[in-house]
Nanobody
Framework: QVQLVESGGGLVQAGGSLRLSCSTSGRTFHTYTMGWFRQAPGKEREFVASFKWSGRRTNYADSVKGRFTISGDSAENTVYVQMDSLKPEDTAVYYC??????????????????WGSGTQVTVSA
């Protein structure tokens, strides 16, 4: 009922920046909370940031605080994550997720109902 498509990934040097986009479509009226997760090879998918459409509240993993910024454009039904001061350890496939819930533990994968297919981010040393 909700489709998510990520874009904007690529290869950058350490210290550089990327902006990822998550385009949403379908029954977006039923989506209240958005999240970004990432998964590096051989590791679990981990929380990066979350965003609520109502009030634009945000939350960040400690590893990205001060470097990443999540935001949303309601007119375009698109959520972004601006990634600055990138480090090699940021290398991962980045996934967009959406939840039908306004409340919950949105650092957990289980809180989300819909997922995109991911976009690769590679940061060279």
């Amino acid at each position: 009922q909700v489709q998510l498509v990520e874009s904007g990934g690529g290869l950058v040097q350490a210290g550089g920046s990327l902006r990822l986009s998550c385009s949403t479509s379908g029954r977006t009226f039923h989506t209240y909370t958005m999240g970004w997760f990432r998964q590096a090879p051989g590791k679990e998918r981990e929380f990066v940031a979350s965003f609520k459409w109502s009030g634009r509240r945000t939350n960040y993993a400690d590893s990205v605080k001060g470097r990443f910024t999540i935001s949303g454009d309601s007119a375009e039904n698109t959520v972004y994550v601006q990634m600055d001061s990138l480090k090699p350890e940021d290398t991962a496939v980045y996934y967009c997720a959406a939840s039908r819930a306004y409340f919950g533990d949105f650092t957990s994968r289980g809180a989300y109902d819909y997922w995109g297919s991911g976009t690769q981010v590679t940061v060279s040393a």
